[in-house]
């Protein structure tokens, strides 16, 4: 069950490199081409679905609460909820993840199946660096 979902998003597999979402799903889902990824924000972890069934496909993470880098099965996650898609230095296919109340910037390589930090300290709230002062009201 899905629990306060935070965001979705689709990869399909005509871009930037599509043969690179067709060849990574191909290997345990024949014929995928669209994927969706749902941040279950209260069940810390994300859930890969094909696009075109809504069938379950993968988790990216245990589901408990907390942090752990590591293989998709592996890694913890605390609220996890914005998501976008890029193409990383190496070509390959990832998503950045906000993980919200462990105030990090997550890479999640659906290539590798491998999660890991890349910004923000570990429950450390961040600042504005250049400003930081209170917006004045009227």
Same mark, same amino acid.
């Given at each position: 069950n899905?629990s306060?979902p935070?965001k979705l +998003?689709s990869?399909h =597999?005509?871009?930037?490199?599509?043969?690179m979402v067709?060849?990574?799903?191909?290997?345990t889902n024949?014929g995928? *081409?669209?994927?969706l990824i749902?941040?279950d924000? *209260?069940n810390n972890?994300?859930v +890969?679905l094909d696009a =075109?069934?809504? #069938?379950?496909l993968?988790? %990216?993470? #245990?589901?408990?609460? @907390?942090?752990?880098? @590591?293989?998709? *099965?592996?890694?913890?996650?605390s609220?996890?909820? /914005? +998501?976008c898609h890029?193409?990383?230095?190496?070509?390959?296919?990832c998503?950045m993840?906000c993980?919200v109340?462990n105030h990090?910037?997550?890479?999640?390589n659906l290539?590798?199946k491998?999660?890991?930090?890349?910004?923000? %300290?570990?429950g %450390?709230? /961040?600042?504005?660096?250049? @400003?930081?002062?209170?917006i004045?009201?009227e």
């Open positions: 899905l306060q935070g +998003i990869v =597999a005509q871009e930037a490199k599509p043969w067709e060849r990574q799903l191909a290997t024949e995928v *081409s669209e994927i749902i941040a924000s *209260s972890r994300l +890969i =075109a069934t809504h #069938t379950f993968e988790q %990216v993470g #245990t589901g408990r609460n @907390g942090y752990k880098e @590591g293989a998709f *099965s592996e890694v913890e996650f609220m996890p909820q /914005g +998501i890029f193409l990383n230095p190496e070509g390959s296919h998503l993840v993980d109340k990090l910037i997550r890479e999640v290539d590798s491998q999660v890991r930090h890349i910004a923000g %300290v570990k %450390v709230r /961040g600042a504005d660096v250049v @400003g930081g002062e209170k004045p009201t």
